[in-house]
């Protein structure tokens, strides 16, 4: 990596990493008290969850630059966030709104972070990567998507969530399940074409 690329990949893993703690920070918070259940709702969505994930491998990245370990997972968290950036613009958008979800933090963690995450990997970080690496990327989804799917359809009715995704719509969760699943898998193989080329 030349000096000037790890330069601006440090400011922008570092801008990733204080913008995600600041949002991430306010979700503790709920009319001027410190609010543990708020939180533990919040990070419900793997939006919050792949942020965080993203920011810390992005920290990382600024410190442990030329480590294996640190770019495989800050290719693991880019993936995560670029997962969330285009659930959002194909699927969600078109169904709540793009103006709901592209409001205030959510503009950060639904597109900026993802759009940022993308060009400090493929633009200033980039390096070889074997296909088989580049599949890493699938963790995050395949962590979520069992634990998304208990607590929406098999969970006890108390401790379940609603489908705040609609991925059950129709009683259908088998074809967004593998949708998911499938469409991260391209999402790795576009990163390994980008971080390859």
Not at 27 to 48: C, L, V
Request: aromatic share 20%; glycine share 6%; hydrophobic share 50%.
């Amino acid at each position: 990596m030349k000096s000037t690329d790890y330069t601006i990949s440090f400011c922008i893993n570092l801008i990733i990493f204080v913008l995600t703690a600041i949002f991430s920070f306010q979700y503790f918070w709920e009319d001027g008290k410190w609010s543990p259940s708020r939180a533990r709702k919040a990070f419900r969505y793997f939006t919050n969850q792949s942020n965080v994930l993203c920011a810390i491998s992005a920290i990382l990245m600024c410190f442990f630059p030329y480590e294996a370990w640190a770019y495989y997972l800050k290719v693991i968290g880019t993936a995560a966030v670029t997962v969330t950036m285009l659930t959002v613009l194909f699927f969600l958008g078109p169904t709540y709104g793009y103006k709901y979800l592209y409001k205030g933090a959510d503009l950060f963690l639904h597109l900026i972070t993802p759009i940022m995450a993308l060009v400090s990997l493929c633009l200033f970080e980039r390096r070889g990567i074997s296909l088989t690496a580049s599949f890493l990327g699938i963790i995050p989804v395949a962590l979520y998507a069992p634990l998304y799917l208990y607590k929406i359809v098999y969970a006890p009715e108390e401790k379940g969530w609603e489908d705040f995704y609609g991925f059950n719509k129709g009683g259908k969760w088998q074809i967004s399940y593998v949708l998911m699943l499938a469409g991260t898998a391209l999402i790795c193989v576009a990163l390994y074409l980008l971080l390859n080329v």
